[in-house]
């Protein structure tokens, strides 16, 4: 059954450069908003989020993304106001796997607001929230090629591995009973 929407998952962070984000929940509502997020996306940052040549969410996809039951899955958009208009900026999810105490995740950054901090905000909002959901882990899959997300997992305290019999892949884990901030390397963004 799903649950209500989880406000207190709510959060305004400020980025280094002063501008203010909101981070938040999807909601039913967000469908044109994710739309227009994941078409803006460079065709490398699809592939990297999607890992197939998609170029538009369809409208089976867009139902799946935003309308969640915030227990089995969760995703949190993150959100700026540009010109009198909500814009999404970067958005974060997982999907609880059969076993109930592991999760899948992915993440996604518009290109021109990347490396300022707004994906790691993301990722540990997620993480906090799937350790308070009751998940003990974390995982996904990486395009290999994908320095950068690598490099980020890595400062993240994910475990990065190899999937045998395919290079064009990585796995990345983490633990969220270690999550702490301790672990995680000093993010750009003010903590979640
Ligand atoms: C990967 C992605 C989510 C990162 O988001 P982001 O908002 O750019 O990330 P952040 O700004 O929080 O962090 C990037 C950090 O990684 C660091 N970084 C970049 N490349 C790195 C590398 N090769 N090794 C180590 N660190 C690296 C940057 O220096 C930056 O650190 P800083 O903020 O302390 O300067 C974003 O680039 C993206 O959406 N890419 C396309 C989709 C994708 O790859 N999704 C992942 C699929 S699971």
């Given at each position: 059954m799903a649950k209500p929407y989880p406000s207190e998952l709510v959060r305004t962070l400020t980025l280094r450069d002063g501008t203010?984000?909101?981070?938040?929940?999807?909601?039913?509502?967000?469908?044109?908003?994710?739309?227009?997020?994941?078409?803006?996306?460079?065709?490398?940052?699809?592939?990297?989020?999607?890992?197939?040549?998609?170029?538009?969410?369809?409208?089976?996809?867009?139902?799946?993304?935003?309308?969640?039951?915030?227990?089995?899955?969760?995703?949190?958009?993150?959100m700026v106001c540009e010109n009198a208009k909500e814009t999404e900026i970067g958005v974060a999810r997982y999907v609880v796997n059969a076993d109930n105490i592991s999760c899948e995740f992915a993440v996604a950054v518009a290109d021109a607001w990347q490396n300022r901090g707004v994906g790691t905000a993301l990722i540990l909002g997620l993480a906090a929230a799937a350790r308070a959901r009751g998940l003990r882990t974390m995982e996904g899959i990486v395009v290999a090629r994908n320095s950068k997300m690598l490099g980020l997992m890595n400062a993240l305290g994910f475990s990065v591995r190899a999937e045998p019999g395919d290079p064009s892949i990585r796995h990345v884990t983490k633990q969220l009973d270690m999550t702490s901030s301790a672990s995680i390397r000093a993010s750009s963004a003010a903590p979640l």
């Open positions: 203010r984000v909101v981070v938040r929940p999807i909601r039913p509502e967000d469908r044109q908003i994710e739309k227009e997020f994941v078409q803006e996306l460079s065709n490398e940052s699809k592939y990297f989020r999607f890992m197939s040549g998609l170029r538009e969410l369809s409208e089976a996809m867009l139902n799946r993304f935003t309308q969640i039951d915030y227990d089995r899955e969760l995703a949190l958009i993150a």
